[in-house]
């Protein structure tokens, strides 16, 4: 399995911007794809994560401001980021499998919310 993410890039406090994960290979596994973040000096942690079936989940950090979805017929995992803060500045990371944390993550894409 590869991931494929893109999207990422800089943008003012209260900006938008949204990160896309392309799933390619044996995907039949992909129950649950979804996305974490590693800031410097801090833990990968999960942001958002979707099942097949639609089920979402959030970091309480996020709510209401991020959404994730995704597009089955393309194995592709959106995320819309609105109302960004500086906290959200990190390396953005896909993953993808029956469950996640699995072994198959994307290569990253920067998020840098500054002024």
């Known amino acids: 399995v590869q991931l494929q993410a893109s999207g990422g890039g800089w943008v003012q406090p209260g900006g938008s911007l949204r990160l896309s994960c392309t799933a390619s290979?044996?995907?039949?596994?992909?129950?649950?794809m979804g996305w974490y973040r590693q800031a410097p000096g801090t833990h990968r942690d999960l942001v958002a994560s979707?099942?097949?079936?639609?089920?979402?989940k959030y970091a309480e950090s996020v709510k209401g401001r991020f959404t994730i979805s995704r597009d089955n017929a393309k194995h592709t995992v959106y995320l819309q980021m609105n109302t960004l803060k500086p906290e959200d500045t990190a390396v953005y990371y896909c993953?993808?499998?029956?469950?996640?944390?699995?072994?198959?993550w994307g290569q990253g894409t920067l998020v840098t919310v500054s002024s």
């Open positions: 290979g044996s995907i039949e596994s992909l129950n649950t």
């Open positions: 993953n993808a499998g029956p469950i996640i944390p699995w072994d198959y």
């Open positions: 979707i099942t097949s079936g639609g089920f979402t």
